[in-house]
């Protein structure tokens, strides 16, 4: 599944569908380019349970934690996490990665319905028509790529930048729009390929109809930039097309492992700037809560190749890696009750905790805190620690504290103060 830079340019055919992938000009605020950075999103879609992993508690009263034996919090540094036998993929990635990884806990999302929750946690608002993280940082960020943002899980909210945001699709759908001998057939007959030819007429009468808008109604304003997409947008869909190599089989579910293969493979050939995943999994954990670790080790052994990967491949500075300049959170819609349910389960609890990684991370740390009983508590925004003076922390104020994190001013996207003491 390896892109190779001299496929990214191969092909001239002409932008078809593809070419509306030309992004909106909207910026509100432009970062030195040294703070651009790119953006890695895995989702953990269904709930989690922090106590088995980044918000470790004591068996209690008010409080069910994993029992089995060898289970215990393990320190890395100054970062205590909950370890256990049956995860020792937890334990491997925060011995090799601690130094760069900052836990967030105590993020209240004030409901527990999953979609509504998945909607605050990945936007930092309560609107489902606005883009999520990735898709405001592919915007200001990355809007000149292929495909500046590409969606290999199953939810995303692309909103006002849904022209620069393409899906994969659980089965990998979008190979039937970028490879017409895997589209799919129509009426019984086979998928209708472009020639040479036809492709080079098609070339021709999009650029007549480009010269022909400029010189009428396109030269200057809104309809000069929305012309100046066009062109650009054939450029980027011929790039896209060529890279179809990188994306599969159509008809292939793309499980968490092949989603960050695709994912590293994308950044490094500057198809896309962010990416969302998903880890699949079935962590809505109603029965048999015990569940929640093999999921946990299938995300961090997941979470570690990443890591390794963005660690080796090279970054867009002469002599950086990917590490360098990409932004990694990893996290959940919300959380599991702190006892548990008459069938071994635990059920929603709006309170989560997220794990953010990579380029300008205060890593090392815990930031945000909760009680003993996993309820939210009130912290010092400069610092991430508790303090009774201090503010509960909300979705709102973390996700607002990424786009600070990615050199993107959160200003007049997402309300309320910006949670940044988890950057370095």
Known sequence: MTMHRRDLMKYAGAAGALGLLAGSTRTLFAAPSGQRKRLVMVMAQGGWDTTYCLDPKTQSTKVDVPQEAGEGITRF?????????????????????????????????GSVAHQECVKR????????????????VAHDNGNDLPLPYLILGDTAFAGEYAVSAGRVGATNQILALLDPAQAYETGGKKPYATSSAEDAIIAKYAGATRDRVQAIRGSQGYNKRRVDDFVSSIDRSKKLIAAKGGFGARGRTLAIANQVDLALDALEQDVSHTVMLNTRLGWDTHDTITDQSGFYEATFAALTTLLDQMSLRKGRQAGSKMIDDTVVVCFSEFSRTPKLNENNGKDHWPITSALVLGAGVKGG????????????????????????SGRVLTSSNFAAGVLSLCGVDPAGRIDGEVFDAFVG
């Open 365 to 388: 740390h815990a930031f945000g805190a909760t009680t003993s009983s996993v309820e939210t508590t009130p912290i010092d925004f400069a610092t991430g620690a508790a303090s009774t």
């Open 77 to 109: 540094g100054d970062l205590d996490i909950q370890t256990g036998p049956t995860r020792p993929g937890v334990t491997g990635f925060f011995t090799k990665y601690a130094s760069q990884a900052a836990v967030v806990r105590g993020i209240s999302v």
């Open 121 to 136: 946690m990945a936007t930092g608002t309560r609107n489902e028509t606005n883009p999520d993280l990735c898709a405001i």
